[in-house]
């Protein structure tokens, strides 16, 4: 079960607007950008609020800078639905300001972008900039939490009932198991934790593990075992994810579990992708 966290947030206010001031021209690309929004482009266009950084898009400027082309990126990130738009200025860190005033200023200056992301590698700056809406989400998780618990369950069950080779390991076939709506919602109040406070763990932030969680809703168990996972888009891709990673096939294939709960919650923050969480458990007699 792998454990995996980041965040990153920056914001930058500016009361001196004038693009004519010596401080205002001694900026990197991103406080340049912000300088221009908050201007209006030195007065030609409406101002713009500040952007708010993105660590998702600073991994599309890193991936771009590195040879990958901006939509290529883009579509590897949870931007895959989002227009992105992309500028790369070059010089020094003197010239930057005039440099985007001169020729990206109506593209970075945009009312409609939200979020930006930045990467530099010596005089060489990729600014990533998007309207910072969620992509869609995948068709089939507009259902009903039931019915993607339901397909989830299936899908599970017919894994079990076949056996699976979980890296070294094979397992023969496993008794079916069943929904518990208790254990649900617990996966569900830690799917929800993980999007509002943007980290990716099995402990959550007040120190409680799966097995915590599980008892202090009442819930008399034996064994505790939790999958989770951060991206996929539909129950399909979830559950073949899980069995396709050893640590996590085993805890599917685990013939000691009757009992399980999935959900799902959307990334509040830098992260909009999905955070998944399946509860497995043996209930006590």
């Known amino acids: 079960m792998n454990r995996r966290s980041g965040r990153l947030e920056c914001a930058l206010a500016l009361a001196c607007l004038s693009l004519g001031v010596t401080a205002a021209t001694h900026a990197d690309a991103l406080s340049a950008v912000q300088v221009l929004r908050a201007g209006g482009c030195g007065g030609v266009m409406p101002a713009a609020r500040a952007l708010k950084r993105s660590a998702l898009l600073d991994r599309v400027a890193q991936e771009w800078a590195s040879g990958s082309s901006l939509s290529a990126a883009a579509q590897r990130s949870v931007f895959r ?55 869609p989400v995948h068709p089939q998780l507009q259902a009903s939490a039931p019915v993607l618990a339901s397909r989830a369950l ?77 991206g996929p888009e539909s129950v399909e891709e979830v559950v073949q994810g899980w069995l396709d990673s050893p640590g996590h096939c085993e805890n599917l294939m685990d013939p000691r579990f009757a009992q399980m709960g999935i959900a799902y919650s959307s990334g509040r923050t830098s992260r909009r992708g999905l955070y998944w969480v399946q509860l497995l458990a043996e209930p006590r007699a």
């Open 81 to 135: 639905s989002v227009s992105t738009t992309g500028v790369r200025v070059s010089g020094p860190d003197s010239s930057l300001l005039e440099t985007l005033r001169r020729s990206e200023c109506h593209s970075v200056a945009s009312q409609g972008l939200r979020e930006v992301g930045f990467f530099r590698r010596g005089q060489d700056n990729w600014v990533v900039l998007s309207p910072g809406v969620e992509a």
């Open 154 to 230: 299936q899908l599970v069950n017919e894994a079990r009932a076949r056996g699976a080779r979980c890296g070294t390991k094979v397992f023969g076939p496993a008794p079916a198991m069943s929904l518990s709506g208790t254990l649900a919602g617990v996966a569900s109040g830690h799917a929800i934790d993980m999007a509002e406070h943007n980290y990716f763990e099995h402990v959550d932030l007040g120190g409680k593990s799966p097995a915590d969680r599980v008892r202090a809703v009442g819930y008399k168990e034996k064994l505790v075992g939790e999958n989770i996972a951060y």
